[in-house]
């Protein structure tokens, strides 16, 4: 059988942070803060082996002692994502150790400015002190200038409600193992990051998805609270929840209004307006009557035309969220444009089994567009190639 080996943790200074470090197959992954000084904790690089191991279907060896309860809870996570996804749980080959409880409660919040987010930090449902942002994650790690917009605009953010804002920056994704298939290892990401945090009790995670829409995923209710420790407790937050209810409870918040970030365009430090999650969360903005109030897009002039641009949802189950705009109410072009890319998204479910290149070319025929343009979208879906190293 062979291993996932991990090496012990170590902490050094640098000239940007305190930064944690250890070999994970081979390779170094890394987190650092310029904020504090981070734990070199063996549950934080065990976790981000953990999925990358079940999809080779290896073990996972670390060289040093484990926290008993954390493997305990793991390897419950690991018996539900088999059940998912069919994977076989690994081994967790390590010394086991009962660590005890810490002795303050501190709350920190995963946050990226996104709406799930928003909608944990403004229920005031936990004493939260600390808000956590990864760089590394959204934003990658060379995309410096946009990144330290962010970084400052969370700052702004973090002081106006009295909180301290903890950076910490990772080569996760970057990594040939960890960085493999994020869909599916985001958990891994989120639970390392937590378990580095010194001096924090419990870590929440905010759901992005909702009960009625409930399908696996890396980030969900049953799951998330595996990644404890006994010194680390995760919890799962607003499951409860749709995303456009969401919006809908943070809508007439200023923060929200001033700082609401869920563009995914990785060179842009405000939002783009034409990316799907952009439009996604404007056109719901938009049946709320609310779109206006968010001076955070770029652009919210071509909602239509972006809409229609669109061929249709790479994730399916992501049509649910227009649809409720459009039972909720839309009117005139935006209706129409909207209930097209559902459609769209609806038709392209019989062409996945071809691929997605397949796929792609078969819808471009059915787009909103002149006759000739359909054609040149056919043939040149269909004579683009998956990148190299693409996954």
């Known amino acids: ?13 640098t000239a940007t942070g305190w930064r944690v470090s250890a070999s994970v197959g081979g390779d170094s992954l890394w987190f650092e803060s310029p904020d504090l000084p981070l734990h070199p904790s063996p549950e934080a690089f065990a976790a981000a ?17 484990l926290d008993d309860f954390w493997c305990k809870q793991v390897a419950k996570a690991m018996e539900i994502f088999q059940d998912w996804w069919g994977y076989r749980p690994a081994e967790i080959l390590a010394p086991r150790v009962a660590l005890s409880r810490p002795s303050e409660q501190r709350h920190a919040l995963l946050f990226s400015g ?34 330290m917009a962010v970084e400052e605009r969370l700052r702004r953010l973090a002081a106006e409600q009295g909180m301290r804002l903890i950076v910490v920056r990772t080569n996760f994704r970057r990594h040939p193992l960890t960085g493999r298939r994020i869909r599916d290892n985001q958990i891994g990401l989120l639970a390392a990051v937590g378990h580095v945090l010194p001096q924090i009790s419990h870590v929440i995670v905010s759901s992005t998805i909702h009960r009625k ?16 420790s006994a010194r680390r407790q995760f919890v799962h937050f607003g499951e409860d929840v749709s995303r456009n209810d969401k919006l809908r409870a943070i809508m007439d918040e200023p923060l929200a209004q001033n700082y609401l970030r869920v563009c995914i365009d990785q060179g ?26 968010f001076r955070v897009f770029r652009d919210t002039r071509h909602l239509v035309e972006d809409i229609d641009a669109l061929p249709f949802f790479k994730y399916a189950d992501i049509a649910s969220h227009y649809q409720e ?56 879906s269909w004579s683009k190639k998956k990148k190299p190293g693409k996954i």
């Not at 059988?1 to 200074?13: A, G, T, V, Y």
């Not at 082996?49 to 002692?65: E, F």
């Not at 449902?125 to 990144?147: C, K, M, N, S």
């Open 1 to 13: 059988m062979d291993f996932l080996s991990i090496s012990q943790p170590s902490r050094e200074k």
């Open 49 to 65: 082996g953990i999925m990358p191991a079940m999809l080779a279907g290896m073990d996972v060896r670390i060289d040093t002692s």
């Open 114 to 147: 996104g709406v799930d987010a928003f909608y944990t930090l403004l229920r005031d449902q936990f004493p939260v002190r600390d808000l956590v942002w990864i760089h590394g994650f959204d934003l990658p790690l060379d995309r410096t200038e946009p990144a």
């Open 213 to 228: 829409n409930d399908v696996p995923h890396a980030t969900h209710w049953l799951t998330d609270h595996l990644w404890s």
């Open 268 to 293: 842009c430090e405000k939002n783009c307006g034409r990316c799907e999650k952009c439009l996604r969360c404007m056109v719901v903005l938009k049946s709320l009557g609310r779109l206006d109030r």
């Open 325 to 380: 705009a459009l039972d909720r109410g839309l009117a005139g072009e935006l209706k129409r444009a909207v209930q097209g890319l559902v459609d769209r998204t609806r038709i392209s479910l019989y062409f996945r089994p071809l691929g997605i290149r397949a796929t792609r070319a078969a819808i471009q025929l059915i787009m909103p567009k002149p006759w000739g343009r359909r054609l040149g979208g056919f043939f040149q």
